[in-house]
Structure formats: structure tokens, C-alpha cells
């Protein structure tokens, strides 16, 4: 059973910093074989692309919104990935969630594997 589980998620205030765990299980194929992404959720909006790490972890991308305060990472030998969210704001408040699949990309339907998500909230 695939399982793709976010942790790090909480309240902070405004300009605090959060980092996100991305642990994975059970996937037919070793974790270093994935793509890894990161996507949000805020209320009353659609899921949107964040960040994006190959597989060797060398090249990443992210979205204009996030670039310069977030950083994506991975550890292949946990089967993990991570999303070090510093500078925040009130419109980072959303559901984070990583995801896993075959290619290097930016849209949901691209990953194969998603976590449940964790809540992360922005607020004084």
C-alpha cells in the first residue's frame, strides 16, 4: 500500500517559518525513481503547483509566489522529501501536499501518488 504522509504543518505567525516532511511508503518503485512535488490548497481555491525536485535532487523549480522564501529538498536514502517554507505570509495559509511521480512537471495530473495533505496556517 502506497502511503505518502506531510508533517510540519501548524500555526505561525507572519514572517515565522515552517518545514514540511514528506514521507513515503510502499511505492512499486525505489522513492529516488519520483519526481517529488509539492502543491497547495487554499479555501475556496483550486490545488496549485509549488515546488518541484528531480530526482537527484539537483534541479528545482518553483512557483513566482514562493521563489526566494521556500526551498524543496529530498533525501533519497529515507525515501523523504521537504519543503522549508521560510518568510511566510498570510497567503501561504493552505493545505500542503507532496506528491510523487514520473516526470519533472507542474501539474497535479502529472503525479501519481498523493499524501493527504497537512494544514498550514499564517496568522498573528
Known amino acids: 500500500q502506497v502511503q505518502l504522509v506531510e508533517s510540519g504543518g501548524g500555526l505561525v505567525q507572519p514572517g515565522g517559518s515552517l518545514r514540511l516532511s514528506c514521507t513515503t511508503s510502499?511505492?512499486?518503485?525505489?522513492?529516488?525513481?519520483?519526481?517529488t512535488g509539492w502543491f497547495r490548497q487554499a479555501p475556496g481555491k483550486g490545488r496549485e503547483f509549488v515546488a518541484r525536485?528531480?530526482?537527484?535532487?539537483?534541479?528545482?523549480d518553483y512557483a513566482d509566489s514562493v521563489k526566494g522564501r521556500f526551498t524543496i529538498s529530498r533525501d533519497n536514502a529515507k525515501s523523504a522529501g521537504y519543503l522549508e517554507m521560510n518568510s511566510l505570509t498570510p497567503e501561504d495559509t493552505a493545505v500542503y501536499y507532496c506528491?510523487?511521480?514520473?516526470?519533472?512537471?507542474?501539474?497535479?495530473?502529472?503525479?501519481?501518488?498523493w499524501g493527504q495533505g497537512t494544514q498550514v496556517t499564517v496568522s498573528s
Open positions: 506528491a510523487v511521480g514520473p516526470t519533472f512537471g507542474t501539474q497535479r495530473y502529472q503525479y501519481r501518488y
Open positions: 510502499g511505492l512499486p518503485f525505489t522513492f529516488s525513481s519520483y519526481y
Open positions: 525536485i528531480s530526482l537527484d535532487g539537483e534541479r528545482t
